[in-house]
């Protein structure tokens, strides 16, 4: 009862193989994490220190693209 049978271990391995196996899945997404939390720690800090934000280039880009199609 307390035993697991050899399917039971198949599936194990599989779902281990599927999270950590590969060209490291899990280890990328953490890594992206952790990227943005470091970014969101320095935007804090540097809003804290009263340094002006700065620009996004999308916004920028978006603002141009609507003046070209005015004219």
């Known amino acids: 009862m307390g035993g697991l049978s050899p399917i ?3 599936v194990v391995a ?4 599927v999270v950590f196996g590969g ?3 899990l280890s990328g997404l953490m890594g992206d994490a952790g990227k943005g939390i470091r970014a969101f720690r320095d935007g804090i800090k ?6 002006a ?12 693209s609507k003046e070209e ?3």
């Open 46 to 51: 540097d809003a804290g220190n009263g340094a």
């Open 53 to 64: 934000p700065a620009s996004d280039t999308p916004a920028a880009k978006v603002e141009s």
């Open 14 to 17: 599989l779902v281990v193989l």
């Open 23 to 25: 060209r490291g899945k």
């Open 8 to 10: 039971h271990w198949l």
């Open 69 to 71: 199609s005015k004219g």
